[in-house]
């Protein structure tokens, strides 16, 4: 009896495996295989082909679904890429859909979920066998319910590509599938007034430390804007800041324009970057990216002695609660932070003051009225 070799024994496993798959040995000495299942005629697998592959996946899934298909046709298609769920992802991903389609910070973060979408078995199998409830399985393997949607936002686009752009499917697997419903937390922490004067106390005018913290805190930036804003951004001989907010950069725009506050003016003439186009640099005089900032961030909140659960976000949503301790109404908080609705602004101010708040109002409605028409005199009027 002739030894197996490595060929034989991944044949001898397919047949074992893969339900309705026949193989032998022809006179040639190739593997031959056929698809044959009661009630449907018989199909021709890839000669000599080895069961793992993208081309005999697809021809077997074919065979699944009752289609009688010329072999080499697909071995052809399958070599091609056309059909797998594995080429449709990374073609995708070169797309000028998805390129141009997100801001860059979406694309970091939605490329590494569909690349892990593609599970050993998974990326060599045909697209259009992917259900909606392979789908829900992978989805149900998150960490968290927040993770569940997020990794859901970033196949939604993907199978709309594959549908409408690319015409690879027919019915969009995801279509009938809800997000999963979250209770809100208070995210990231808010720097309170006591964190910004022990941060403020060490680190002193003329520090790149310092104009970080000023620029996240009076202007109300998120990182990406407080990285990239710059000298050039500053207009209206020196009295006023305007620029592009990173979110929705492309999709929908958000030009803030506000006075340059006083504190971030100083911090900047007190530490200039003349030679950059960014306010912020490193240590190596370059701008930063959004890690290397969120380490430096961290560094320096520890240096001041604060609690590592202040960072970069903490600026944001402690200058917030300073606006509205200071009796901002939400038409101005807007207008600095680039919130399009009254809902944003809430979530972010959900901080503050309520005291101070209720003594302000205690104060408005104790204040003299000279314009209001007594309730007598209106009713006998």
């Known amino acids: 009896m002739r030894a197996t070799n490595a060929k034989d024994q991944i044949a001898m496993r397919a047949e074992l495996e893969m339900k309705y798959v026949h193989h032998w040995v022809d006179h040639l000495g190739r593997n031959r295989y056929r698809f044959r299942r009661r009630g449907c005629p018989g199909v021709e697998l890839p000669c000599n082909g080895d069961p793992s592959s993208i081309e005999f996946q697809a021809a077997y899934h074919l065979a699944l679904r009752g289609e009688k298909t ?93 549908v409408n752009t690319a015409k690879l499917i027919t019915v969009d697997p995801t279509e009938g599938i809800k997000k999963s419903k979250v209770v809100e937390s208070d995210g990231h922490w808010v720097m309170q007034p006591e964190e910004i004067e022990q941060y403020r106390a060490y680190h002193g005018l003329g520090t790149m430390a310092r104009k970080a913290l000023e620029l996240g805190l009076t202007v109300l930036t998120r990182r990406g804007d407080c990285i990239s804003i710059g000298p050039q951004h500053i207009k209206h001989g020196g009295t006023w800041l305007e620029f592009t907010a990173e979110k929705n950069r492309r999709r929908k725009p958000t030009l803030i324009s506000i006075p340059l506050p006083p504190e971030l003016a100083e911090a900047i003439a007190t530490c200039p970057s003349p030679d950059a186009l960014t306010l912020l ?44 301790d200071s009796g901002c109404n939400e038409l101005e908080l807007m207008a600095q932070g680039g919130w399009h609705t009254s809902k944003e602004v809430q979530r972010y101010t959900r901080d503050y003051d309520r005291k101070q708040a209720a003594i302000r109002a205690a104060a408005k409605l104790a204040a003299p009225k000279d314009n209001v028409i007594p309730l007598t005199v209106a009713a006998k009027r």
């Open 281 to 324: 640099t490193n240590q190596w005089g370059k701008p930063f990216t959004r890690r290397s900032f969120n380490t430096a961030f961290r560094e320096w909140c520890k240096q001041a002695g604060l609690d590592e659960r202040v960072v970069p976000h903490s600026m944001r949503k402690g200058g917030s609660k300073r606006m509205a």
């Open 70 to 162: 010329n072999a080499a046709v697909v071995v052809a298609a399958a070599r091609a890429g056309s059909g797998t769920v594995a080429t449709a992802v990374e073609t995708y991903l070169d797309s000028v859909s998805f390129r141009d389609g997100s801001e860059l910070s979406t694309q970091n973060l939605r490329r590494p979920i569909l690349r892990r979408f593609l599970r050993p078995g998974i990326a060599e199998l045909p697209l259009n066998k992917m259900d909606e409830a392979y789908i829900l399985r992978w989805l149900e393997r998150a960490p968290t319910l927040g993770a569940r949607n997020t990794r859901l936002n970033a196949l939604r686009p993907f199978f709309a590509w594959c």
